[in-house]
């Protein structure tokens, strides 16, 4: 090892040593935030939003801060069946209080439902939801 990356790796042990345990990364979100889309491929409106918006939220910067999901079951109706929310997303089923209706947009922070939209006239306001949440 030279001594260049010898001095590069010693200062990033001593900032990872100050830093506060569980602190978030320089210029991070504030918790995980998760953005999922529930539909499916035989939901008119989802395959609209897909159409529609997909293209444009996939490159915008928000994208780029969030873990993005979709829970898609071959028919829509069935989406909100415990089997399509495996794992991590299980405990997010829970939270949802009315389980009908495609395509609905859901924002979670730190495990927590935080925005629950539901309809394609309803994507700008799960935009705004987590602009709000990103600062």
């Known amino acids: ?3 260049r990356a010898l001095l590069f790796a010693g200062l990033a042990v001593a900032a990872a040593a100050a830093a506060p345990v569980g602190s978030a990364p320089v210029g991070a979100a504030p918790a995980e935030i998760r953005v999922i889309l529930v539909g499916g491929p035989d939901c ?10 997909l293209e444009a939220w996939t490159a915008s910067p928000e994208f780029r801060q969030v ?4 829970v898609e079951a ?3 109706r069935e989406v909100y069946q415990e089997q399509y929310w495996p794992g991590a997303l299980a405990p997010i ?3 949802i209080p009315r ?12 495990g927590r ?14 935009l705004d ?4 949440l990103l600062g």
Not at 113 to 126: C, E, I, P
């Open 1 to 3: 090892m030279n001594r």
């Open 44 to 53: 008119p409106p989802c395959v609209r939003w897909k159409r529609e918006y």
């Open 67 to 70: 873990i993005w999901e979709e």
């Open 74 to 76: 071959a028919r829509f």
């Open 93 to 95: 089923l829970k939270q």
């Open 99 to 110: 389980k009908s209706g495609a395509p609905r947009f859901l924002i979670v922070q730190a």
């Open 113 to 126: 439902l935080v925005s629950n939209h539901l309809g394609v006239s309803k994507w700008a306001n799960t």
């Open 129 to 132: 939801d987590l602009r709000k």
